[in-house]
DNA sequence: TCCATTCCGGTCAGGAAGTGGCCGGAATGG
DNA sequence: CCATTCCGGCCACTTCCTGACCGGAATGGA
């Protein structure tokens, strides 16, 4: 048996799971004196994980944080939580970690038992999301093309570009990138001999085929300025600035979350600046103030307001 | 040197960042031949962690999944992606797992080094939610109390009761329930000598004294009925049914993430039904399909779209 | 102040386990 | 057919693990 090896992890685990214990506790779950105990404390220490210890009534042990991550020790629960969060965050939820996130679910994935993976699926769908996100890419492709970016294998895919037929594609892929909450693979198509870039929601059918390859000169030092290269023009992107007849306080306490930026004016007005794709967002987050205001800038905006709320007063009056 | 426990734990860690390694490698790395390094994955197979292994020339070593979590080894980008991902789940982003969201994240934080707590503090404002969710709780209170639940220690704060003014409390915390968006604590009110309920957001400089305390008898088996029955009378809760003249498939591509439910007319248009606390989100949605409707449930509804209606027409047309 | 409780770490001796070197074997892919 | 890779038995040596026993020291409550 692997005793020392094993009872370590297991002592690192119930550390993790209750903060507090005494010696003897320990020492009885693991099946050992209370000497060996504090030896395999000490060995935790010795690994680098500061294990606090109390003496008198009220001691005991505690694992406190360190200088480094100790492995963490999941029940199943948490793995599923773990594994639902990090997929929300790849989607786009958190702007700024959705490759990270997507690189640590796919090492979460890889080695959570098949039984939590579908419980992450089953969690799938009840996520709350804003409907204007866009296509969310399927978690099983995301996370399929993550583990063979990671792990130099090929994969197969086919793919529909925006203008032609599907058709199958064999590449070497190098890199997921998320821009503007859409997922792109750079990939080393091997049937073109050519580095390109594939749009996630026009891929099915994404398999590693366990080949592996050796990593060829990247195309770009940084990946996403590749794709930001190659797919060229952005699309509209709208500066709104808006003038809100209610408090700065109240307006900020609404739109804050939504990155907005509030200037308070003089006469108990504010003026209110967003930056978005569409006008979905600002509307409702106007909406939700509960106050008049007024239009100051794109006067795009404008005309969206009045269709808007003619189509509301047709259906508010039938 | 604890070697065999922290060898151990490199060769798990090593499996998991990349998932193909030839033996040489990997002995290489931990500094050991060969021969004893298939002794290590031989323990690890006997701990229970399959390692999968090939002949030949592509032959080598991969950890697959197997029946149990194994000990997550994570770098520090990914430890915040998994914090931040954890928080914004327990902030309700998906429903149902926000105790569990929680309870994971007590655990991630509590041995995450202090410079990585500072990186997922830092992301904390970058966060896309819709403005509509209400107030979010703190994250460090959220993670305080938790921990002090799991942990058995008495919490002091100061709470501001919904008539009344603001107050220190003394309580051994016994578990957080999230309803209908809403943290709530269950503790046992040391001065009071009675179980009550907190609301998160009426209470502020939660610590945990340190002081530990020998659990009570629960005043529910369910802590999440026992809120249930004191917060009593739920908010009103608006049941939402319109007609969109659109296509049913359209409609639902946009609501499905909202959870709504779509049942296709006859004549090309669809009844679209909601649940929810309040008509903005509704409207967000309507807005989004960019087609006609009209209400046929709830009066309310009306009013309330006539009067944004014309509140959009005032600004579009200033 | 005293006392029970708890962690601490030294020492000892027997036993278990880890280690490297060596080997023939077998699967795999070019 | 051959190079490459994993496999696992054997052996001798060394390391370390373990439990038992001890006196000591910090702690918090009575």
Redesign the pocket.
Known sequence: ?????A?TLRLLSLLQTHRH????E?AGRL??????L??????LRELGYPVH?????????RLRSGTAMPPLLLDDDEAVAIAVGLRTAADGTVEGIEETSLQALAKVIQVMPPRLRRRVDALRASTVVSPLDGPRTDATTLTVIAQACRDDERLTFTYTPSSGEPAGRRVEPYRLVMLRRRWYLVAWDLDRADWRVFRLDRLTGAAATGARFRRREPPAADAAVFVQDRIGSRPARWDVTVRVHAAAAVVEAITAAAGGRVEPGDDGSCLLRLQVDDFDWPVLILAATRADFDVVHPPEFHRYLRELGERLLRAGSA
């Open positions: 048996m692997a005793n020392t090896s009872r214990w005494p010696g003897g320990l099946g050992v004196s209370e000497r060996t504090r030896r395999d404390i000490d060995r210890s109390g003496r008198g009534l009220a001691g005991g042990y």
